[in-house]
């Protein structure tokens, strides 16, 4: 009897492991039995119930689709001019967007954090005193983000300039704002606005500046560049 009882046994092992395959290097693999409609409607199933995870399950990144180039109109001095348009990505501040072709976009790092720089690129000549600076970082919260640039902007020779009047704020993506006048290094004058605002749980600051000549060609193109932003998906 004890023998029969050791050969069951052994049998029942025998079939337990073979149950399982080895891969060619020795390591364990088990195979669910699914077909790959089956698996689809298990994946399906995992999403219900999660608003969030519904909407992008299986859904790319829009930016990833976006078309490298484009034709669009910018309004100049109350009249629509056409533009040719490059697309710009910027993986460390989590957006594209699209840059008219006379100007001209970079990036920057530091150990404070992130840039995109974009300047009046006008006639192929690049203007240093016609630019947006968008930085984010590691801070969290509006009011630290406002301190901070307007630390930077002070440490660059710019003064603030307060507003006289409430008024609204002179871009609409912008939860707070301030302005700031300064001057070139040949004396020219140069004006700005500085642009607080939030995404995704980052906080950003834009710093828009430019030389008064510049005011009605040049803002209409970065009111533009960030009306064409396209977030990439966390």
Same mark, same amino acid.
């Given at each position: 009897?004890?023998? @029969?009882?050791?050969?069951?046994?052994?049998?029942? @092992?025998?079939?337990? @492991?073979?149950?399982?395959?080895?891969?060619?290097?020795?390591?364990?693999?088990?195979?669910?039995?699914?077909?790959?409609?089956?698996?689809?409607?298990?994946?399906?199933?995992?999403?219900?119930?999660?608003?969030?995870?519904?909407?992008?399950?299986?859904?790319?990144?829009?930016?990833?689709?976006?078309?490298?180039?484009?034709?669009?109109?910018?309004?100049?001095?109350?009249?629509?001019?056409?533009?040719?348009?490059?697309?710009?990505?910027?993986?460390?501040?989590?957006?594209?967007?699209?840059?008219?072709?006379? +100007?001209?976009?970079?990036?920057?790092?530091?150990?404070?954090?992130?840039?995109? +720089?974009?300047?009046?690129?006008?006639?192929?000549?690049?203007?240093?005193?016609?630019?947006?600076?968008?930085?984010?970082?590691?801070?969290?919260?509006?009011?630290?983000?406002?301190?901070?640039?307007?630390?930077?902007?002070?440490?660059?020779?710019?003064?603030?300039?307060?507003?006289?009047?409430?008024?609204?704020?002179?871009?609409?993506?912008?939860?707070?704002?301030?302005?700031?006048?300064?001057?070139?290094?040949?004396?020219?004058?140069? @004006?700005?606005?500085?642009?607080?605002?939030?995404?995704?749980?980052?906080?950003?600051?834009?710093?828009?500046?430019?030389?008064?000549?510049?005011?009605?060609?040049?803002?209409?193109?970065?009111?533009?560049?960030?009306?064409?932003?396209?977030?990439?998906?966390?």
């Amino acid at each position: 009897m004890k023998k @029969l009882a050791w050969l069951v046994a052994a049998v029942i @092992l025998l079939a337990a @492991l073979s149950a399982c395959t080895s891969d060619p290097d020795g390591s364990m693999e088990t195979t669910t039995g699914t077909t790959p409609s089956e698996s689809a409607a298990t994946n399906s199933s995992v999403t219900n119930g999660d608003p969030q995870t519904d909407e992008t399950a299986g859904t790319p990144d829009p930016w990833k689709n976006l078309p490298a180039t484009k034709t669009d109109t910018i309004e100049l001095e109350g009249m629509k001019e056409s533009f040719e348009f490059t697309l710009h990505e910027s993986a460390a501040l989590g957006f594209s967007t699209y840059i008219a072709n006379d +100007l001209l976009a970079e990036e920057a790092s530091s150990g404070e954090g992130d840039a995109m +720089l974009v300047y009046a690129n006008f006639a192929g000549q690049k203007n240093e005193d016609a630019k947006v600076h968008i930085f984010t970082g590691t801070i969290t919260t509006i009011e630290e983000q406002k301190a901070f640039a307007e630390q930077v902007v002070k440490n660059s020779g710019f003064e603030i300039r307060e507003r006289t009047e409430p008024s609204r704020n002179r871009f609409e993506w912008s939860e707070s704002e301030f302005d700031i006048a300064g001057k070139s290094g040949s004396g020219e004058t140069i @004006l700005g606005t500085v642009s607080i605002f939030q995404h995704g749980g980052r906080v950003y600051h834009a710093i828009v500046q430019y030389p008064v000549e510049y005011e009605e060609g040049f803002i209409p193109r970065i009111v533009k560049m960030f009306e064409d932003i396209v977030w990439h998906q966390a």
